[in-house]
């Protein structure tokens, strides 16, 4: 049983930290008690700020005596409220922000060392001065954090080729709920002493180990890429697009996103300085990028595939980059779509993976079965399918109060997406994590053999329950 922090450990917290590091007034804190949704709002009796692994584990030690809980959190990016304390007022929030520095950046072995609290985006640009880069991109690369990204498995645009942020992480160091610093941070290519603690705290969401720094793995930055925008008529065919490009193209893949023609019609509606890339309308859109040297002249392969597969049917029309400027235009319609969809009104957002190749029947089926449930409810579905993962945003029916109807109508709709995709083998978070939002559901439909095993593991390094209490398991 976690209890609220009493005056003599505020005090003792504040003097630990000083003035940098210790705030309780509602200016400081007020702009992260709130997810970056606006979906969950809590209350917190303080917000650390510690500035190196020996001040957190210190934190943890003095919370960890009298039983406060402490709620972790890094650029507060997160979808699904798992940086968000609760109502009560009684937690500690905990951000990593100034735990800032990349250590170490091992150009030979094609590691970099970084804290919970470098930015993404400052991340790329300083392993790209030394030639590398960090193949994990994501629309909100500006503000996500290395130890949130880490602690929610992260995803993005480029896990067809390079993997999720556990097939990245090489080392971890993270404070465990005892105050014990756990140094993983070696990045062994063989290491058999039982279980990894390094993958168990990729994707625990702060519930088992505050991370404090990660190894990561960097490959040479690209030297050239090509990028084409591409319409055509159905996932089904997005799908044998994606396996005739992988299977002629190989390890330059590196993004294969889907996008509807009603996603792509409300970024342009909604997002300045957009336009079509394309001479008409089309179903659906493929966005398509190599990377790689400029030896393997990508534009010449990619063109040439293309039009076999124009030629096959396959797609309607294609437009390829000409330039960096028009890639990074044609990434700006597919990471604007969910800005865009805000703006279209409520929605309830889905982010979940099948089998990459029971995708398509996913996107064709679940539509009707959530219309024949609620009548007049729309579907989208856009995002990475070469890697099984889409997001899936049910909008209420035209013409309604949509916050009444999700309110009322909401919690079973989900129920009805996420049981689709458990009966066809799929996970009902992908890549932003349990949180406080999908808690129940997740305690409802999954697997009661994973979830024993879950808890079990939170027992067993968490037995009071004092990180991130009420997130992924309750």
Same mark, same amino acid.
């Given at each position: 049983m976690t209890r609220p922090p009493t005056p003599d450990l505020l005090a003792q917290l504040a003097a630990l930290l000083g003035p940098k590091g210790f705030a309780t007034d509602d200016d400081s804190l007020a702009p992260w008690l709130t997810d970056w949704r606006g979906k969950y709002h809590g209350r917190a009796a303080a917000m650390l700020s510690p500035a190196t692994t020996a001040e957190v584990a210190a934190v943890v030690r003095l919370c960890a005596a009298q039983d406060v809980a402490i709620v972790p959190q890094g650029g507060n990016s997160g979808m699904v409220g798992g940086a968000t304390p609760d109502a009560s007022g009684a937690q500690l929030l905990l951000s990593t922000r100034r735990m800032n520095r990349v250590r170490t950046i091992d150009r030979a072995a094609g590691l970099a060392v970084a804290e919970a609290g470098v930015i993404l985006e400052n991340f790329h640009n300083a392993v790209l001065a030394e030639g590398f880069r960090f193949p994990l991109t994501l629309g909100g690369k500006g503000s996500a954090t290395i130890g949130g990204l880490?602690?929610?498995?992260?995803?993005?645009?480029?896990?067809?080729?390079?993997?999720?942020?556990?097939?990245?992480v090489a080392g971890v160091e993270a404070v465990l709920p005892d105050g014990q610093v756990f140094d993983g941070l070696a990045p062994l290519k063989k290491d058999n002493r039982g279980y990894d603690l390094r993958h168990?705290?990729?994707?625990?969401?702060?519930?088992?180990?505050?991370?404090?720094?990660?190894?990561?793995?960097?490959?040479?930055?690209?030297?050239?890429?090509?990028?084409?925008?591409?319409?055509?008529?159905?996932?089904?065919?997005?799908?044998?697009?994606?396996?005739?490009?992988?299977?002629?193209?190989?390890?330059?893949?590196?993004?294969?996103?889907?996008?509807?023609?009603?996603?792509?019609?409300?970024?342009?509606?909604?997002?300045?300085?957009?336009?079509?890339?394309?001479?008409?309308?089309?179903?659906?859109?493929?966005?398509?990028e190599l990377a790689g040297d400029k030896a393997d002249d990508l534009s010449a392969r990619l063109e040439t595939q293309l039009a076999i597969a124009l030629q096959a049917g396959l797609i309607d029309d294609v437009v390829i980059a000409k330039n960096d400027r028009?890639?990074?235009?044609f990434w700006r319609l597919r990471d604007s779509i969910s800005e865009a969809e805000r703006a279209e009104g409520p929605a309830i957002q889905h982010d979940?993976?099948?089998?990459?190749?029971?995708? =398509?029947?996913?996107? @064709?089926?679940?539509? *009707?079965?959530? &219309?024949?449930?609620? !009548?007049?409810?729309?579907?989208?579905?856009?995002?990475?399918?070469?890697?099984?993962?889409?997001?899936?945003?049910?909008?209420?029916p035209a013409g309604v109060d949509g916050r009444a109807w999700i309110a009322a109508h909401g919690e079973d709709a989900s129920r009805l997406v996420y049981s689709h995709v458990i009966e066809l083998g799929g996970s009902l978070s992908a890549e932003h994590g349990i949180g406080q939002?999908?808690?129940?559901?997740?305690?409802?439909?999954?697997? =009661?053999?994973?979830? @024993?095993?879950?808890? *079990?593991?939170? &027992?067993?390094?968490? !037995?009071?329950?004092?990180?991130?209490?009420?997130?992924?398991?309750?």
């Open positions: 880490v602690s929610t498995n992260a995803g993005g645009t480029q896990v067809l080729r390079h993997g999720t942020m556990r097939a990245l168990l705290l990729c994707g625990a969401e702060g519930t088992l180990g505050i991370v404090t720094a990660a190894t990561l793995r960097l490959v040479p930055a690209a030297q050239d890429r090509a990028t084409a925008w591409i319409g055509l008529e159905s996932p089904d065919k997005a799908l044998l697009l994606l396996r005739q490009l992988d299977a002629a193209i190989g390890a330059p893949l590196e993004g294969f996103e889907i996008v509807p023609h009603g996603c792509l019609d409300a970024v342009l509606r909604h997002i300045p300085q957009t336009r079509h890339p394309l001479g008409g309308d089309c179903p659906w859109y493929a966005l398509v028009e890639s990074d235009d979940v993976s099948v089998p990459v190749d029971l995708m =398509p029947r996913f996107i @064709a089926d679940n539509p *009707a079965r959530l &219309a024949a449930a609620f !009548p007049g409810a729309r579907a989208l579905s856009f995002g990475h399918l070469g890697d099984g993962n889409v997001h899936h945003h049910v909008q209420p939002m999908k808690r129940d559901l997740f305690a409802a439909l999954d697997s =009661p053999t994973r979830l @024993a095993a879950l808890r *079990a593991i939170k &027992a067993g390094l968490d !037995p009071a329950g004092l990180f991130n209490p009420g997130k992924l398991i309750g």
